[in-house]
């Protein structure tokens, strides 16, 4: 079993920056991709960006050129810098993983889900 637990969320003003934190415990080893997932009222929860347990990194569309992820793997750690931010990217930002070597973007193929931390972008 493994549990995550998302932190870094706030409130920023377009054009600023946030750094998410997800922090795993657990059985947590080898293997693991990691994901932010987000999810704006109303919408469906959509893929952010994932990184492989050797580093592999994976970003949408939208995140590309503004958001970097990256890993501690001797804290368990997995971060999600945000900068350049827009009122577009507020939303609720939910870090998943899924034991395999491959990164996914459908939500369904991730096992462990944190509970979320919420952005808010204002303009």
């Known amino acids: 079993q493994v549990q995550l637990v998302e932190s870094g969320g706030g409130s920023v003003q377009a054009g600023g920056s946030l750094r998410l934190s997800c922090a795993a415990s657990g059985r947590t080893s080898v293997g693991y991709v990691t994901a932010w997932f987000r999810q704006a009222p109303g919408k469906e929860r959509e893929f952010a960006a994932a990184?492989?347990?050797?580093?592999?990194?994976n970003y949408a569309d939208s995140a590309k050129g503004r958001f970097t992820i990256s890993r501690d793997n001797t804290k368990n750690t997995v971060y999600l810098q945000m900068s350049s931010l827009k009122p577009e990217d507020t939303a609720v930002y939910y870090c998943a993983a899924r034991s395999s070597s491959l990164y996914a973007t459908d939500p369904v193929e991730y096992t462990y889900w944190g509970q979320g931390t919420q952005v808010t972008v204002s303009s």
């Open positions: 990184i492989t347990w050797i580093g592999a990194t």
